[in-house]
């Protein structure tokens, strides 16, 4: 009956002549692309953004690294592939290069040597990940010439090493290109950066590309409302897409709660025997060290006044409303650390199958995740149907 409902719900918002395609995100690890879980959800796209600096410096080989072969090994399998790389300027505390300079020339000959690996293998190509957050300060303000160099090497990477590659090999299909990935733009503070700005004006105003990525890691949907508003008030009609999202942000805001903060939270904690004055980040290194049953996350999860269940179908309703052709959702486990603090961020929540966290089932594979399994699936099917 619930299935029906929500169904019934989503023929009757805006934008129901768009496909919303959901799909598995594999970050910045193609290496855990697992084809034997992917067939485990009816999923159809893949997406990866590989750390480039990890080729540029030499640590990995665009010509034998395994994550790129797991990619293409995907492709080969019928997957569709949304593919990028996570620029880390901030990081290494490199300032974008100028146009023309020997860094530049060696960034993108780097990027045109992984093509040449993955580029008949991609369906979408993301031109950055999260440059608001990855880019130094002063390369998303306007400088002395009147540029913002993160928007310039944005549409140069673009001009001069991906419409150059798939020129020169016309046999291939060229991918539609995104501008993004852009996080946080609930945020006055991103609103206001001259980059974040005019990578939303290049998405609308460059013919080549087809449109924006945003990220959708927040507390609650009003997060949500505010990003979508923000970029169709630039960007109104072109397609977005999706590669992150999560409640992240809400998970943060009580990690330091007390299992025992409600009635709930005290019945649960004496159902498994932990002292009810136990912190959250206190069971959380718990489960990443030991591991716990399914039914026991789920009962902590339900035992918390602020955790919406079926928000997966909440985000769907927004991705329907303001025109998100693709999103992708994590997948396997990744960041579980096995210690906690007040100050750790809580990613380890979102996997579809949460391997760090839950115990295996009888049969010894991955536990799916009982907070969004169901829901992912419903969702998948959702968008396959459009």
Do not use: C
Not at 94 to 115: C, M, N, Q
Not at 220 to 230: G, I, N, V, W
Not at 273 to 281: C, T, V
Not at 353 to 363: G, I, T, Y
């Amino acid at each position: 009956m619930i299935r029906k409902i929500f169904t019934a719900l989503i023929i009757l918002l805006p934008g129901g002549m768009y496909a919303q395609e959901i799909g598995a995100n594999f970050n910045h690890d193609p290496e855990i692309i697992d084809m034997a879980y992917l067939r485990k959800t009816p999923v159809e796209w893949i997406r990866t953004t590989p750390y480039i600096f990890e080729y540029i410096n030499g640590a990995k080989d665009p010509a034998t690294e395994p994550g790129l072969q797991q990619l293409i090994e995907a492709k080969k399998a019928g997957y569709k592939v949304a593919f990028g790389f996570r620029w880390d300027f901030r990081k290494y505390k490199l300032p974008i290069p100028a146009p023309g300079s020997a860094e530049e020339k060696k960034y993108f000959a780097t990027v045109a040597a992984i093509l040449n690996r993955v580029g008949a293998s991609i369906d979408i190509f993301k031109l950055g990940n999260e440059p608001n957050l990855e880019t130094m300060e002063e390369d998303l303000q306007v400088n002395a010439e009147g540029i913002v160099p993160l928007v310039r090497f944005t549409e140069r990477l673009l001009n001069e090493v991906v419409e150059p590659y798939y020129r020169q090999h016309p046999q291939l299909t060229r991918p539609d290109v995104y501008a993004g990935s852009l996080p946080a733009l609930f945020e006055k503070e991103q609103q206001q950066k001259p980059g974040v700005t005019g990578l939303i004006r290049l998405a609308q105003n460059n013919s080549r590309i087809k449109g924006l990525a945003i990220h959708l890691h927040i507390s609650d949907s009003l997060d949500m409302e505010k990003a979508f508003r923000f970029v169709r008030t630039i960007m109104p009609d072109k397609p977005i897409i999706v590669p992150e999202f999560s409640l992240f942000r809400l998970y943060n805001q009580h990690v330091s709660d007390e299992l025992g903060s409600s009635e709930a939270g005290i019945a649960f904690a004496r159902k498994y025997n932990y002292p009810p004055d136990m912190k959250l980040y206190e069971w959380y290194s718990k489960v990443n060290t030991e591991k716990v049953s399914a039914e026991e996350w789920e009962r902590m999860f339900a035992s918390r006044s602020w955790f919406p269940p079926h928000f997966m179908k909440t985000y769907y309703r927004y991705f329907r409303q303001y025109g998100v052709v693709l999103a992708t959702y994590g997948y396997l486990s990744q960041s579980a650390p096995a210690k906690v603090t007040p100050g750790t961020g809580i990613w380890f929540v979102n996997p579809i199958f949460p391997m760090k966290s839950l115990q295996k089932q009888a049969d010894g594979s991955y536990t799916p995740n009982p907070l969004w399994f169901n829901d992912f699936v419903d969702i998948v099917h959702y968008g396959a149907k459009k």
